[in-house]
């Protein structure tokens, strides 16, 4: 019953800007780290950025520099500002949520369904 859905997505000219939004909702008790994952065709899932609870950030060498993680935590949202887009940004992002959905309960993970970003040249 947790939904994590991502918006935002599209098609921008290389060097151009795109923000990324993932709202998530359901059963929810808390919420601990969030975070942005990329998977391009033919490569596997990898990490862009993290952020915990207290606002920490992590980010892939690849985007530091040019991209910025936010949340909101009153609205459970996670936010990814990418400027100076390259093509090799290409890909399908991912928002991921580590969570409780009880008091009792503990961390699990939890996904998006992906939104596609396209950086054309």
């Known amino acids: 019953q947790v939904q994590l859905v991502e918006s935002g997505g599209g098609l921008v000219q290389a060097g151009g800007s795109l923000r990324l939004s993932c709202a998530a909702s359901g059963n929810i008790f808390s919420i601990n780290a969030m975070g942005w994952y990329r998977q391009a065709p033919g490569k596997q899932r990898e990490l862009v950025a993290t952020?915990?609870?207290?606002?920490?950030?992590n980010y892939a060498d690849s985007a530091k520099g040019r991209f910025t993680i936010s949340r909101d935590n009153a609205k459970n949202t996670v936010y990814l500002q990418m400027n100076s887009l390259r093509p090799e940004d290409t890909a399908v992002y991912y928002c991921?949520?580590?969570?409780?959905?009880?008091?009792?309960?503990?961390?699990?993970?939890?996904w998006g369904q992906g939104t596609q970003v396209t950086v054309s040249t």
């Open positions: 952020i915990t609870g207290g606002g920490s950030t």
């Open positions: 991921a949520a580590d969570l409780k959905t009880t008091v009792w309960d503990r961390l699990h993970d939890y």
